[in-house]
């Protein structure tokens, strides 16, 4: 059997030889370039026909071994085994939970009993008999539920706002498609984010056959001279991006990186959409609607802070474009069905959503303490208020790998690599959402058999 050598593009792909070495592979396998049951190279033969260490191949057949692309047979070799070839059959963004198995993959509202509340609205609507649930929703059926987001939103957020700046969506994911669809054109868009983001922004972009760059970020948020740079190379209609809770790192962008990056959309005619839908609680930072009305979008949800069952997200686009954005709604859906808006209305204007994203918040608040006095002597960044916590693994892990450990020991979580982009580098980390639905003694059970794991990094971490 002969070989099969692949060429990887070291001049044209960032990060790591290694990192670039198993995204090429990826590529390889899921393109057919490489087929099940090829084999590999031995490394040393790899290493010498592509010119690097016989250290870095290493590595890369590692953590393809990890990855289930490849299995390595003692005196036969590396073969191919085809188990990620399928790229066409992306992961579903919703998983369901597993039986014996703490799921801190998700990062959706914690349960406060918000459940009891929602079912005495629904119970009030139904008792007034006076609704005619027959038609489709209007401007003017859902005007009371928009003129509540205004008050939801508050002052000083996202620009000086009315109901009729507000279009509904059902959650925060449509509602970035919906504003991608209204700013995107031509043959070949292009959609410029975080280089780490949500797996849901690499659905949108395949969606609207958008090709998706990563901007490299620091401690601040988002580069102003990467996205300027990429800017001038490839030029982009869009920025999508978390400033206030990124996911998954929890980074806030600060105010002075935020006019930085608002001056440079303004010399290219860059639109933002920020999704905000991770923030549960403001904390004064003007989104960049606020700052810059004329090219950027607010998005969000009540998904984070009140209820993930009522997909009830809104846009606020930018000035003077609310009413072709309603159009490219009601194109893909007609509008949000007439009970959830007035449920969400009922939700809002009543205060019950406010108290229910206090005792939301109040959870949360209790969870992420839990997990700094579990988990504080490693490296962790994390939000009071987000429902989720980054953690950066010490020397001997990888993403991957410790994942899979977890696993093992009946913990389910998120590795970097699930948050890179296609052509972006993964670095040795996790995602772990603290939004499940467990008891505390479970948590916390859970996150100290985690702490326990980092300190046993596998023996052959060095190879």
Same mark, same amino acid.
């Given at each position: 059997?002969?070989?099969?050598?692949?060429?990887?593009?070291?001049?044209?792909?960032?990060?790591?030889?290694?990192?670039?070495?198993?995204?090429?592979?990826?590529?390889?396998?899921?393109?057919?370039?490489?087929?099940?049951?090829?084999?590999?190279?031995?490394?040393?033969?790899?290493?010498?026909?592509?010119?690097?260490?016989?250290?870095?191949?290493?590595?890369?057949?590692?953590?393809?071994?990890?990855?289930?692309?490849?299995?390595?047979? %003692? +005196?036969?070799?590396?073969? %191919?085994?085809?188990?990620?070839?399928?790229?066409?059959?992306?992961?579903?963004?919703?998983?369901?939970?597993?039986?014996?198995?703490?799921?801190?993959?998700?990062?959706?509202?914690?349960?406060?009993?918000?459940?009891?509340?929602?079912?005495? @609205?629904?119970?009030?609507?139904?008792?007034?008999?006076?609704?005619?649930?027959?038609?489709?929703?209007?401007?003017?059926?859902?005007? +009371?539920?928009?003129?509540?987001?205004?008050?939801?939103?508050?002052?000083?957020?996202?620009?000086?706002?009315?109901?009729?700046?507000?279009? =509904? *969506?059902?959650?925060?994911?449509?509602?970035?498609?919906?504003?991608?669809?209204? %700013?995107? @054109?031509?043959?070949?868009?292009?959609?410029?984010?975080?280089? =780490?983001?949500?797996?849901?922004?690499?659905? *949108? *972009?395949?969606?609207?056959?958008?090709?998706?760059?990563?901007?490299?970020?620091?401690?601040?948020?988002?580069?102003?001279?990467?996205?300027?740079?990429?800017?001038?190379?490839?030029?982009?209609?869009?920025? &999508?991006?978390?400033?206030?809770?990124?996911?998954?790192?929890?980074?806030?962008?600060?105010?002075?990186?935020?006019?930085?990056?608002?001056?440079?959309?303004?010399?290219?005619?860059?639109?933002?959409?920020?999704?905000?839908?991770?923030?549960? !609680?403001?904390?004064?930072?003007?989104?960049?609607? #606020?700052?810059?009305?004329?090219?950027?979008?607010?998005?969000?949800?009540?998904?984070?802070?009140?209820?993930?069952?009522?997909? $009830?997200?809104?846009?606020?686009?930018?000035?003077?474009?609310?009413?072709?954005?309603?159009?490219?709604?009601?194109?893909? $859906?007609?509008?949000?069905?007439?009970?959830?808006?007035?449920?969400?209305?009922?939700? &809002?204007?009543? +205060?019950?959503?406010?108290?229910?994203?206090?005792?939301?918040?109040?959870?949360?608040?209790?969870?992420?303490? #839990?997990?700094?006095?579990?988990?504080?002597? !490693?490296?962790?960044?994390?939000?009071?208020?987000?429902? $989720? $916590?980054?953690?950066?693994?010490?020397?001997?892990?990888?993403?991957?790998?410790? /994942?899979? /450990?977890?696993?093992?020991? +009946?913990?389910?979580?998120?590795?970097?690599?699930?948050?890179?982009?296609?052509?972006?580098?993964?670095?040795?980390? %996790?995602?772990?959402?603290?939004?499940?639905?467990?008891?505390?003694?479970?948590?916390?059970?859970?996150?100290?058999?985690?702490?326990?794991?980092?300190?046993?990094?596998?023996?052959?971490?060095?190879?």
């Amino acid at each position: 059997m002969t070989d099969t050598i692949w060429a990887p593009d070291f001049t044209q792909t960032r990060g790591p030889k290694y990192i670039v070495l198993i995204q090429s592979l990826r590529s390889a396998v899921r393109s057919g370039v490489l087929e099940q049951g090829a084999r590999l190279p031995p490394v040393r033969e790899l290493a010498w026909e592509l010119g690097i260490t016989p250290g870095t191949v290493a590595r890369a057949y590692k953590l393809a071994v990890e990855e289930g692309l490849v299995q390595t047979t %003692v +005196g036969r070799g590396t073969f %191919v085994t085809g188990a990620r070839a399928a790229e066409d059959i992306p992961e579903p963004l919703l998983n369901a939970g597993q039986a014996n198995m703490v799921n801190f993959r998700s990062a959706q509202v914690v349960n406060v009993g918000q459940s009891d509340e929602i079912s005495a @609205h629904l119970r009030a609507l139904g008792a007034e008999g006076a609704k005619q649930y027959v038609t489709y929703p209007t401007d003017e059926t859902d005007c +009371g539920a928009r003129e509540a987001v205004v008050d939801w939103i508050g002052p000083g957020r996202a620009g000086r706002l009315t109901a009729d700046d507000i279009v =509904l *969506a059902m959650g925060a994911q449509n509602a970035t498609i919906i504003a991608l669809q209204a %700013v995107l @054109h031509g043959p070949a868009p292009i959609i410029l984010t975080d280089e =780490l983001a949500y797996p849901g922004v690499r659905h *949108a *972009a395949k969606l609207l056959r958008a090709r998706l760059i990563g901007v490299e970020m620091d401690a601040e948020g988002l580069r102003p001279d990467r996205l300027e740079q990429l800017l001038r190379e490839h030029g982009a209609q869009a920025l &999508l991006t978390s400033a206030e809770a990124h996911s998954p790192t929890t980074t806030r962008t600060s105010l002075a990186r935020r006019k930085e990056i608002v001056e440079i959309a303004r010399r290219h005619q860059l639109q933002i959409i920020e999704d905000d839908c991770h923030c549960i !609680w403001w904390e004064g930072r003007p989104a960049y609607r #606020e700052l810059c009305p004329e090219l950027c979008w607010y998005i969000s949800s009540l998904t984070k802070s009140v209820s993930s069952a009522l997909r $009830f997200g809104f846009i606020v686009p930018p000035q003077g474009q609310s009413r072709l954005v309603r159009q490219v709604a009601q194109s893909s $859906f007609y509008g949000i069905p007439q009970p959830i808006i007035d449920l969400s209305e009922a939700l &809002l204007r009543t +205060g019950d959503a406010v108290k229910i994203r206090a005792r939301v918040r109040k959870l949360i608040n209790e969870r992420v303490q #839990e997990a700094v006095n579990c988990l504080g002597s !490693w490296d962790i960044s994390f939000g009071h208020d987000v429902s $989720f $916590f980054w953690l950066k693994l010490p020397q001997g892990w990888r993403g991957s790998s410790f /994942a899979l /450990a977890c696993e093992r020991a +009946g913990i389910l979580l998120k590795a970097a690599d699930e948050f890179a982009l296609a052509d972006g580098a993964s670095p040795n980390a %996790v995602r772990i959402g603290i939004s499940v639905d467990i008891d505390h003694d479970t948590y916390r059970a859970a996150l100290l058999k985690m702490s326990d794991i980092l300190s046993r990094p596998p023996s052959n971490a060095d190879v």
